[in-house]
């Protein structure tokens, strides 16, 4: 007999969606090859009981058969299967193959990331809707007539269920979309395994001139797209892109979907982050929530849900990634069966953007300037990139670039980013087609390579043991789950002995490699890569005089820039209002002495963006400047306390935080929004202390972090609380951390060595230092009252506690230093990746919690930035708790 408290599902649906899930596993796990994906066929033709339940009566194949054939067998590409820690130094099988000839095949991940999870997202889309035709026998409703008219025969019938929608995904060819493929393939497949809808249809909509294109088929016939337009038939359209297209830029990709949005729900799917939209054709959209009043509802019913400040026509498009976060709150909304609101863009119509608007086109018609050095080109990399970028990078300067083992050694050496942190190194400009490689290959096939001096440099860069870990684990992985055959050698063992001759373009690509790598060996292995460098160079200036010349997708595409300091955010106002991305305040920050006496003041600049919550609330965020501080509080800071220590240091990445705590109007805008919940109801009022602007206390954990999850649905962006790192860092208002051992300190205040009732509101009736006594403090007073931190954060330090994401610690010993929420058996919950929400589904959750900040009615040491308090239970309420929320960067 299984406990209560041991019970690992939580109800009825969750063990019917359990058993869909172990049904449908198969499906989803073993997707079939890209060239047995099944081409649109006429879409006036459909079969509405048309099924994919069954694979084998509807398996996509590649070109569609005219006459009936003995259904072949599938061959299924093997994923493999990430395991928790790979082997440092596996033993190897003996293998016949010690040459350096290259692989007949790279086994590559399933490029559509948490499959099984996406899969049970889509889930309210499975639901099944009555038929046109009334044809069905309804035995209940016979019986009933029957017997109302007295044993006389009265047959009745009713329309029998089918399954709802019709899924046209359009997937957008351009040269940047060339690099998706795989994903592209892997979000069809799963569209087509489900077994949940009457068809799924591939379409290849052509974005790569001004004037997009609409395709079918392998031999690309052209198809108006007011052909797929059928008033009442129940289609979808999903558009997958990255807005890259000049079609995009032009506006007359948007054009034409709103065309198809007439009529039906056309949403779009972006392979990037929300964090990222602004860096691509969206730049000038609108991101606002968009409302739809009822299920299926097509693009031209769809209400923005925010305000507005143009009265301009707009082109309106639900829009989601590739998360399942998205994912579920997309599908979610198609049918009506949660929130009615999903994230979108809106798109001004009839204004085409010109060269000038363009800032690719800009950029690409610019001068050619002078050839850049490879540390110019590195440097250039580094400081734009994101962080999981550049050691993906290092990572894969000791593997072959051909996109399956880039992607392998992604998926094997940093296994928590991101399918776009490897489109930021590919399309970084630090990567060029291979000389080697083979002719009129797609991308997935095609061979790339480091410019000149660039591996060399990443490798110098990485310690030599990390680069021999990679280059033996991944070549040992391949060899022990996908055959004796080495996709590349892990190691030389024997460096002075002879070397193989190399008689392909195959063996030197791979021999280029081993070079990069063995040099960072030294000794004899230094003198192996001399030579192979060598047979490579000679062999490159043979084709060079051959003039071999293909098209390098990665030389007609601009790079991926990243602010280094600053987070993004996927928030744009109107373009007519000339506003900037993140609007800009200046301020002033005062100092004080130990006698609470102001001694400077200092300005300060900070961006931040506005929420539009309702049409008179809204919340503004602050852009928090990535670094790394010194956490904790040393033992010689007065009233200091053992859990504030080991002091640390951690490296927080840009985030967003509330300039103030949540205040009442904000909590009762996202609280009476009933359609918004997720797993609890929430009191529209719940505070003491009642005023508008004042913050809302008798919040519970649970309460604050459904605050957050409605929030997040409402924008499209993820909100969360902060965790103690954050919101330390936040506080202190620093980015640079301490040399502990020449002792120095931050102040115990971002004011300075104390605090006075001018600078905060806390019970001041006792000093902390040489400052004179102030008054008792009775109630919270509004936000925003006092002077803000060197950040432009208001109230950090008394007025209201404020809780944070992490379960509660007695002490930093083994704490994280990424600034990641502290959860407790290990599992360290980093509030700044996406997909990784820490929701109010976790009712269960009885550890302590942390709370930071100090309140209106605690004494000034318990306000002092590095102080942390805690409360025993996460459901109870107190009139001095409140909470601010956080936002990814």
């Not at 592209?184 to 294109?213: C, H, K, S």
């Not at 640079?736 to 002792?743: K, T």
Request: net charge negative.
């Amino acid at each position: 007999m299984v406990s209560e408290t041991n019970q690992w599902w939580q109800d009825d649906r969750e063990v019917a969606e359990l058993i869909w899930c172990a049904a449908h596993l198969d499906r989803i796990v073993t997707p079939p090859l890209s060239q047995d994906i099944k081409s649109p066929e006429d879409v006036h033709h459909c079969d509405p009981e048309s099924s994919t339940e069954n694979p084998s009566d509807n398996y996509p194949k590649i070109p569609p058969s005219v006459t009936e054939k003995e259904e072949p067998q599938i061959p299924i590409r093997t994923y493999p299967q990430q395991s928790d820690h790979p082997p440092t130094s596996p033993q190897k099988p003996e293998s016949s193959s010690s040459n350096y000839s290259s692989p007949i095949r790279v086994p590559d991940p399933f490029p559509l990331p948490k499959p099984r999870e996406i899969s049970k997202a889509l889930l309210p889309l499975s639901k099944r809707v009555s038929g046109l035709l009334a044809n069905e026998l309804d035995i209940e409703a016979t019986v009933e007539q029957t017997a109302e008219a007295d044993g006389l025969p009265m047959v009745a019938f009713r329309s029998p269920l089918e399954r709802w929608f019709e899924v046209h995904l359009l997937i957008d060819h351009s040269p940047s979309m060339a690099f998706w493929g795989d994903l592209a393939e892997g979000v069809a497949t799963l569209f087509r395994w489900q077994g949940f809808f009457r068809d799924v249809r591939i379409w290849y909509f052509d974005t790569t001139e001004p004037t997009p294109q609409l395709f079918s088929g392998v031999d690309r016939i052209e198809r108006d797209v007011r052909s797929l337009i059928a008033p009442g038939g129940h289609r979808l359209f999903i558009v997958l892109t990255d807005t890259l297209g000049k079609a995009w830029y032009s506006g007359q990709a948007f054009e034409v979907l709103a065309e198809l949005g007439e009529q039906h729900p056309v949403s779009i799917a972006h392979v990037f982050p929300q964090t990222l939209w602004q860096r691509t054709a969206l730049d000038q959209a609108i991101q606002r929530p968009l409302i739809a009043r009822e299920a299926e509802s097509a693009n031209s019913m769809l209400q923005v849900g925010a305000r507005l400040r143009t009265t301009a026509r707009l082109y309106k498009f639900p829009i989601f990634n590739l998360s399942v976060n998205h994912f579920s709150t997309w599908a979610n909304f198609i049918t009506g069966s949660g929130s009615n609101s999903i994230q979108g863009v809106l798109i001004r119509q009839h204004k085409p953007q010109t060269d000038t608007t363009n800032p690719r086109k800009q950029r690409s018609e610019q001068p050619e300037s002078v050839a850049e050095t490879p540390q110019q080109l590195l440097r250039e990399f580094l400081a734009n990139a994101s962080p999981k970028a550049r050691k993906l990078a290092e990572v894969l300067a000791a593997v072959p670039l051909i996109p399956p083992v880039m992607r392998l050694a992604q998926q094997w050496f940093l296994p928590d980013s991101e399918h776009w942190h490897l489109a930021e190194v590919f399309f970084s400009g630090l990567l060029q087609k291979s000389s080697f490689g083979p002719d009129q290959a797609t991308v997935p096939e095609t061979w790339y390579e480091f410019r000149p001096g660039i591996r060399e440099l990443l490798l110098g860069n990485s310690p030599v043991q990390r680069t021999t870990e990679i280059w033996r684990e991944i070549g040992d992985f391949i060899e022990h789950r996908y055959g004796s055959l080495r996709d590349f050698p892990a190691l030389i063992p024997n460096p002075a002995g002879s070397v193989p001759g190399v008689a392909g373009d195959r063996d030197l690509y791979f021999a280029e490699v081993k070079a990069a790598v063995l040099t960072t060996w030294g000794g004899e292995y230094a003198n192996l890569a001399q030579e192979l460098r060598a047979e490579v160079a000679k062999r490159k200036r043979e084709k060079d005089e051959i003039g071999k010349g293909t098209v390098d997708i990665t030389d007609n595409l601009e790079p991926f820039e990243f602010e280094a300091e600053v987070p993004t955010i996927g928030f744009e106002e109107e373009p007519e209002e000339d506003e900037e991305k993140l609007q800009q305040w200046t301020f002033q920050t005062p100092t004080v002495n130990h006698q609470g006496k102001i001694i400077k003041t200092t300005t300060y600049t900070a961006s931040y963006f506005t929420e539009t919550l309702t049409d008179n609330v809204a919340l503004e965020m602050v852009a928090i400047p990535g670094g790394t501080f010194t956490m904790g509080s040393p033992e010689s800071e007065k009233d200091s306390e053992d859990y504030e220590r080991p002091q640390h240091n951690v490296t927080l990445q840009p985030f967003f935080i509330g300039k103030y705590p949540v205040t009442q109007a904000q909590w009762n805008a996202i609280a009476s929004i009933t359609d918004l919940k997720v797993e609890r109801d929430l009191d529209p009022e719940p505070s003491d202390f009642q005023g508008e602007n004042r913050p809302v206390e008798n919040v519970n954990w649970y309460e604050a972090v459904e605050f957050c999850d409605r929030l997040s649905k409402l924008t499209g962006r993820e909100y969360r609380l902060p965790s103690e790192a954050q919101w330390e860092y936040a506080c202190r208002g620093v980015t640079e951390p301490l040399n502990l051992d020449e002792g120095e300190s931050y102040p115990p205040f971002y004011f300075g060595e104390t605090i006075t009732r001018k600078l905060a509101n806390y019970e001041a009736s006792r000093p902390y230092r040489d400052e004179a006594p102030g008054k008792e403090s009775k109630e919270t007073t509004p936000v925003g009252q006092f002077y803000p931190n060197p950040f432009g954060l208001y109230d950090m330090q008394g007025n209201l506690w404020e809780w944070c994401l992490d379960d509660w610690h007695h002490n930093y010993e083994n704490a994280p230093t990424d600034g990641s929420a502290w959860i407790d058996d290990n599992k360290q919950q980093n509030v700044n990746s996406e997909n990784k929400s820490y929701s109010a589904k976790n009712k269960d959750k009885s550890s302590y919690s942390g709370l930071r900040g100090g309140s209106w009615d605690y004494y000034p040491d318990y306000c002092r930035s590095g102080f942390r308090n805690y409360i025993d239970r996460r459901d109870v309420h107190f009139i001095t708790v409140g909470f601010r929320v956080v936002c990814a960067g």
